[in-house]
């Protein structure tokens, strides 16, 4: 049954986001707004106190490229599954606005299936032994592994006095660095899950942004003329 848990926190994560949602939607909307703008602002001023103390002091911070590129890896994991709340993927739907408005609809929730797919299978391939299919392994078998192994990340390691305080290992562990992982596929495949039941009930028509360039030249099309 310990295989299992990392399984029980997900759903837990994605049963209490839509507990909050349902009773406070506006405050869930600002809360993933402010934490993807928090993680590149981090990524910003690391990168900039970096430059400086690299360029002229001659001198700098050892962990800050590897502590940039998992802020860097947070940011894309945590901010895919807004995108697709708000309808922002990049996509091409020429093709399938020419069918009719029934098949359109159905090849839309398709598209939103085939997401949900994705997430489960990046999150664990090993129920695709059910079809016949060879694979294992996934987000959750990858990060259980961290976990258990215990092993440090290369250059970022704790001050000190945490150390001290709290007796931890010298270097931070991988798998506090990479619970985004399976954490952010559950969001994703959940807002995709939440895309599909939208273009079911009729209230959005695509998991992806449709006619995004479209939409800007019509809401700027009297800018040159003023």
């Known amino acids: 049954m310990s295989q299992y848990w990392p399984y029980l926190g997900m759903a837990i994560i994605i049963g209490l986001l839509w507990l909050w949602e349902r009773r406070s939607p506006d405050m869930v909307n600002r809360f993933e707004e402010n934490a993807i703008a928090v993680l590149l602002a981090l990524i910003t001023l690391v ?11 001659n001198t700098g911070w050892g962990g800050a490229l590897e502590f940039t590129r998992i802020l860097f890896a947070w940011m894309i994991l945590f901010g895919m599954s ?9 996509g091409v739907d020429a093709f399938i606005r020419l069918l009719p408005k029934p098949l359109f609809r159905a090849v839309a929730i398709f598209g939103a299936l085939c997401a949900v797919l994705y997430a489960a299978m990046l999150i664990s391939a090993t129920w695709l032994e059910f079809f016949g299919a060879s694979s294992k392994g996934g987000a959750v078998d990858y990060w259980s592994k961290m976990f ?3 092993i440090g990340l290369d250059d970022l390691r704790y001050p000190e006095w945490v150390q001290n ?5 010298e270097r931070v562990q991988r798998w506090i660095a990479y619970l985004i992982l399976p954490v952010g596929l559950a969001l994703f495949g959940f807002r995709a899950l939440q895309a599909m039941g939208e273009i079911w009930r009729g209230e959005r028509e695509l998991v992806i942004a449709g006619h995004e360039a ?3 030249v019509a809401e700027n099309k009297d800018v040159l003329k003023d």
């Open 47 to 57: 990168s900039f106190v970096q430059v400086i103390a690299r360029y002229g002091f």
């Open 82 to 90: 807004y995108a697709v709340k708000i309808g922002s993927h990049l």
């Open 148 to 150: 258990k192994l215990g």
């Open 165 to 169: 305080a709290l007796g931890v290992q």
């Open 214 to 216: 479209e939409e800007l």
